[in-house]
C-alpha cells in the first residue's frame, strides 16, 4: 500500500476504535485465562512479546477477580495431580510443579499447593 493511504487507514481504524491495544489486552487475558488456565506471569509474558505496555498489561489482569483465579489454580493444580501415575513422589511432585510453573501461576502458590497435594 501506499504509505498515506496506510497512514489514514491506521488513523481511521485507531479513530474509531477498531484498534485499540487496552481491549485488546483484557480480552487476551480473558480469554487465555479462562480457556487455557494460564497464571498471571505467562498472561505477562505473552502481552510484552506482543509489545502491549505495562499500563495496559496490568489494566487486563485488573479483570481476573482473585476468588476466581485461586478457584481456576486449585482446580486445574488437583485436576493434574489426580492425573499423574508417577510412583516416585519426588517425580510426582517436579512433573506437577514443572506443569503449574510452565503454565503461568505464582511459584508461592505452587509450592504450597505441591506440597499439599502430594506428601
Known sequence: MIPDARNIILIHLMGNNYLNEERFAKTYVRGKFRIKKWGRHRLTLELR???????????????????????????????????LREPNKLKKKKKLLDYLLYRGWESHLVYDKVNELIK
Open 49 to 83: 512479546k506482543k509489545n502491549i505496555s505495562k499500563v495496559n498489561i496490568n489494566l487486563a489482569l485488573k479483570e481476573i477477580a482473585e476468588p476466581e483465579y485461586v478457584d481456576i489454580f486449585n482446580e486445574l493444580s488437583e485436576k493434574k495431580a489426580n492425573s
